[in-house]
């Protein structure tokens, strides 16, 4: 049920305005407001727009700018000049969408436990591996607590979005059956193999002198393993690979995710045996196999209550923008910058 299970847990970071002010809090924002920071003159030079009021200052706007920027090399693709001005627009759209939701879940009195925080970070943390949790936090210039307090802000959203258009969530049974129905694959969980290895690292453009040497070093390894020393510590020790903090340890591996001829002898193996020296492209292996699953499939019963809060979270997703255009209708918007 992984699969699932990490399609509900990040659909909270996938709704409206998910992307936006990535690491401030709702907490700090209203923190701000108390000391003052409402009082200043929205009409001030250093100011991109307001709402009701509540200025949005230049320096909220060129960041956001920035991270909106920042999201589109990370895709791979090129900033065309000539999309700048809708990037800014969509910049500016975005603070003034998210101060409107800002404002009135203030009116509302919606609340937010670090309790329910902790079952959408706990929830997170589990259907992601460690290094991709710390990679996906490195990539948004977020830390864990800039994390929470962004869960936290989007939680409040949906507890608002629930309270004024509750009946529009609703999510019948047929639709549950026939999500579970026309999605097989989300919930088979393929063979999986978990491994371990150490790993003597060959450059791609090595000589025959160098590939010689990390030949040695891991054939003496090898004798080590032979010989009954512990896996994990000789891989602390050895290994090029960053698994080495973890003894080596890969954990589970789908066939097709790694190279080919480490994917060959790793599902070849059974639990507890270790291969002979392996060559890939990034140098030579020596594997250990501890753990396999055989492919598997969730039942209805089993998937039917992470399917309900898939499909709600959906038209969560749809509901929001329209609930935020409506604010702005009846909200005071003024807009000192030219996009």
């Known amino acids: 049920m992984k699969k699932v299970g990490s399609i509900v847990s990040v659909l909270v970071l996938l709704i409206f305005l998910a992307g936006s002010g990535l690491g401030v809090s709702l907490a700090a924002e209203q923190q701000s407001q108390a000391a003052g920071k409402a009082k200043q003159d929205e009409t001030a030079p250093g100011n991109a727009a307001s709402v009701n009021g509540k200025a949005i200052s230049m320096s909220d706007y060129l960041a956001e700018i920035d991270r909106l920027q920042r999201q589109i090399v990370m895709t791979g693709r090129n900033i065309d000049e000539k999309a700048m001005p809708a990037l800014r627009q969509n910049a500016l759209d975005n603070l003034i969408g998210k101060e409107l939701v800002r404002q009135e879940i203030e009116k509302k009195g919606i609340k937010v436990d670090a309790s329910e925080v902790d079952v959408q970070l706990n929830a997170l943390k589990e259907n992601t591996p460690p290094e991709d949790f710390a990679n996906s936090l490195k ?30 969530l609703t999510v019948t049974p047929q639709e549950v059956k026939a999500f579970y129905e026309s999605n097989p694959d989300l919930f088979t969980t393929p063979e999986m193999v978990r ?34 020393e512990d896996f994990a510590k000789v891989a602390r020790e050895v290994s090029d690979c960053p698994s080495k903090v973890n003894g080596g340890d890969l954990n589970f591996l789908e066939k097709g995710r790694t190279v080919p001829a480490f994917d060959k002898v790793v599902f070849s193996m059974k639990p507890g045996q270790t291969s002979d020296i392996v060559e890939t492209e990034f140098g030579y292996h020596i594997i250990r196999v501890t753990e396999r ?12 209550r992470r399917i309900e809060q898939h499909l709600k979270n959906e038209k969560i ?3 929001f923008p329209p609930f935020v255009e409506m604010l702005r209708s009846k909200a005071d918007v003024k807009i000192f910058v030219k996009n």
């Open 195 to 228: 491994a371990s290895h150490i790993l003597v690292a060959v450059d791609k453009n090595a000589t025959a002198e160098q590939k010689t040497r990390a030949l040695e070093k891991i054939k003496s390894v090898q004798k080590r393993i032979q010989g009954g």
């Open 139 to 168: 990539q948004n210039n977020m830390t864990e607590q800039g994390l929470r307090e962004h869960f936290g802000k989007q939680l409040a959203m949906v507890k608002l979005i629930e309270m004024e258009q509750g009946s529009k």
């Open 293 to 304: 699953k055989a492919a598997a499939k969730v039942s209805f019963d089993e998937a039917k």
């Open 317 to 319: 997703n749809q509901q």
